[in-house]
């Protein structure tokens, strides 16, 4: 499955300031995981009307408040309402990525409320789990769950490049749109509204781990 993701994404190569892999279909898939940019999103492939020329906000809006859709359809509805100005009034937390860059890269964790769950392993290597094994969609449900505090917590922010080695960002993807805790691990250890976050996306990374193994 996994080279077949690689293969449909390897097709559509895009320019990205934020390049934290040396291939470029990596790059896009660290791209596709902030929900950010509906370009980047084959046409067809989502709800057409997050697409179209003229997309109706109403329908845009339905999409992203519909709790039945895709963690990351709704979050790429509630971007484009908030690009086209349209008033957002939801803060749902739909989506978490961990960021932790090595020596020999940069590991990826992204869990999304609807229990999708991506990992990038800094050599490349990529796992995918839509919603199965139920094992690793709970725990990305809780990891979710567990960032509400932080996410109430923090103001929207830009996105910004990958975090500098020795560091750790939680992004954290809501409706009204990002926002993040960079420091260090021990930083984070010590911020009782954060530390939660890091402990659950550790469990989910060993869960990972040993169904990728």
């Known amino acids: 499955m996994f080279k077949k993701l690689i293969a449909a994404l390897s097709s559509r190569r895009h320019a990205s ?58 979050l790429l509805a509630w971007q484009w309402l908030r690009a086209a100005g349209q008033p957002v009034a939801s803060r749902e937390l739909l989506g978490v990525i961990v960021e932790v860059p090595l020596e020999g890269g940069l ?21 995918v789990f839509e919603g199965a094994p139920e094992e690793v969609a709970e725990q990305g449900k809780l990891l979710v769950h567990a960032a509400i505090p932080l996410a109430a917590r923090g103001t929207v922010k830009n996105r910004a490049a990958p975090p500098a080695l020795g560091s750790v960002r939680l992004s954290l993807l809501a409706a009204d749109g990002l926002h993040v805790r960079d420091g260090t691990f021990g930083d984070i250890d ?24």
């Open 107 to 127: 590991d990826v964790l992204a869990a999304y409320a609807d229990g999708n769950v991506r990992y990038l392993h800094h050599t490349g290597r990529v796992a």
């Open 17 to 74: 300031p934020v390049r934290p892999y040396k291939q470029d279909e990596l790059n896009l898939i660290y791209q596709l995981l902030f929900c950010d940019d509906p370009q980047l999103v084959k046409q067809g492939t989502e709800p057409a009307s997050l697409f179209g020329t003229a997309p109706d906000p109403r329908v845009v809006q339905t999409i992203g408040e519909d709790p039945a859709e895709e963690s990351r359809v709704r």
């Open 190 to 213: 010590r911020d009782k509204v954060a530390s939660p976050v890091l402990r659950q996306a550790q469990r989910l990374l060993d869960i990972v781990v040993r169904q990728d193994s």
